[in-house]
């Protein structure tokens, strides 16, 4: 059965850090792109990072860039979310997603298995 589960969510001060941890399991990394979305209150579910695993390649949302690192561990089958400079609008539950296909994509349609999400709030 696949099943993806997050973990790390957390309450931190701004300026602070985190780390988010995708854990997969019945699926082999190598054969897909792992996606981060986030969505706050009474928002749409938006991006906020993608990595081919294989590939190395990285894609990032322009809110995020430079403060999140996506990284997948050598056995593949767990994705971290590394969140620095934290700021209030950071604030969501953050997922972490599947997308069947090599190619990278910003968007929740084009993935196809979902975790449960973890809450990050950012709060002072």
Known sequence: QRRLVESGGALVQPGGSLRLSCAASGFNLE????GWFRQAPG????????????????????????RFTISADTSRIRVHLQ?????????AVYYCAVRNMLSIASTPPEYDYWGQGTQVTVSS
């Open 31 to 34: 054969y897909y792109v792992i």
């Open 43 to 66: 928002k749409e579910r938006e991006f906020v990072a993608a990595i081919n695993p294989v590939a190395g390649n990285t894609y990032y949302s322009p809110s995020v860039k430079g």
């Open 83 to 91: 969140m620095n400079s934290l700021r209030p609008e950071d604030t």
